[in-house]
C-alpha cells in the first residue's frame, strides 16, 4: 500500500479507538497522532517511503541492513517494545497504545498486497492481492479516510 493508505488507515484506527472508548479531547488527539505515526513506522526500512524520505540516511541504512518488508514489519518486536515501554515508560501508555494500533493497522494492509508481510520469521501473510499504487489501493486509501473524518466528528461532537 502507499503512505497515503496507510496513514488514511492509521487514522481510520484511530478514529475507531476513539468512537469505541470515548478518550477525552486531550487522549484523542495522541491516539490520532500516535496512530498516524505508527502506520508510517513499519516502512522506514524503505526510502522511498513517506517516512523513509523523512529521514532518508537513516531508512537507506535501515534498508540496506534488515531490508524493505523484513524484520520492521514483525508483528513481535513491535509486541515487544510496546510492553517494553508500559512497564518502563507507563505515563507515556496512551502514545505507546497509539503507536502500536497504527503499526497494526500498517501490517494488516501491507498483508494485502501480493508480498505479504513477514509477521513471524518465515511465515508471510498474504491476505489479498492488491498491489501498490493501484486503483484498489487508492479506493482503499480514499474510504479509509472517509471512515476517519466521519469517525472523528462524530467523536469530537460526542466529547463537546
Ligand atoms: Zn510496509
Same mark, same amino acid.
Given at each position: 500500500m502507499i503512505g497515503k493508505t496507510h496513514l488514511a488507515g492509521g487514522l481510520a484506527t484511530a478514529a475507531g479507538a476513539c468512537l469505541l472508548a470515548k478518550p477525552g479531547l486531550g487522549t484523542g488527539m495522541i491516539w490520532v497522532a500516535g496512530c498516524a505515526f505508527g502506520s508510517l513506522l513499519p516502512d522506514i526500512d524503505h526510502k522511498g517511503s513517506t517516512l523513509g524520505? *523523512?529521514? *532518508?540516511?537513516?531508512?537507506?541504512?535501515? +534498508?540496506a541492513v534488515a531490508g524493505h518488508r523484513n524484520f520492521f514489519h514483525w508483528f513481535l518486536p513491535y509486541l515487544i517494545l510496546a510492553v517494553i515501554l508500559h512497564f518502563a515508560v507507563p505515563q507515556a501508555d496512551n502514545?505507546?497504545?497509539?503507536?502500536?494500533? +497504527?503499526?497494526?493497522?500498517?501490517?494488516f494492509l501491507d498483508a494485502l498486497n501480493p508480498s505479504g508481510v513477514p509477521l513471524v520469521p518465515g511465515h508471510r501473510v498474504h491476505l489479498l492481492r492488491i498491489h501498490t499504487g493501484s486503483g484498489v489501493d487508492k479506493a482503499i486509501g480514499g474510504?479509509?479516510?472517509l471512515f476517519a473524518c466521519i469517525g472523528v466528528a462524530?467523536?469530537?461532537i460526542r466529547i463537546i
Open positions: 524520505q *523523512k529521514v *532518508k540516511p537513516v531508512s537507506a541504512v535501515i +534498508g502514545i505507546t497504545f497509539a503507536v502500536f494500533l +497504527g503499526v497494526l493497522s500498517h501490517l474510504l479509509l479516510y462524530v467523536w469530537g
